[in-house]
């Protein structure tokens, strides 16, 4: 399976960006959909997660309000859709698809997101 991210850039405190995961490669809607992200010296961060139907997406608690995911099964796609965005944001944001029937564990190359004025 294939994740590519993109929609990353800088953007200034207070501003709104979206991240879009194309999936090729794998059943995506059999997937749970994750976003993580990973800044400098600190250790790779769950954000967001979304299961294929029903159920509400989960959250990280420091974007909670301002953070939403989603994900559109017919393009095998999902997306972060990030506002009131803060310097502490500012980090690489990987797309990540998992199947906990078997296994499978997919990751995209990262996106950078640059909070700052």
């Known amino acids: 399976g294939q994740l590519v991210e993109s929609g990353g850039g800088l953007v200034q405190p207070g501003g709104s960006l979206r991240l879009s995961c194309a999936a090729s490669g794998f059943t995506f809607r059999r997937y749970i959909m994750n976003w993580y992200r990973q800044a400098p010296g600190k250790e790779r961060e769950l954000v967001a997660s979304i299961i294929s139907a029903g159920g509400s997406p989960n959250y990280t608690d420091s974007v909670k309000g301002r953070f939403t995911i989603s994900r559109d099964n017919a393009k095998n796609t999902v997306y972060l859709q990030m506002n009131s965005l803060k310097p502490e944001d500012t980090a690489v944001y990987y797309c990540?698809?998992?199947?906990?029937?078997?296994?499978?564990?997919?990751w995209g190359q990262g996106t950078q997101v640059t909070v700052s004025s």
């Open positions: 990540n698809a998992k199947d906990l029937l078997f296994g499978y564990d997919f």
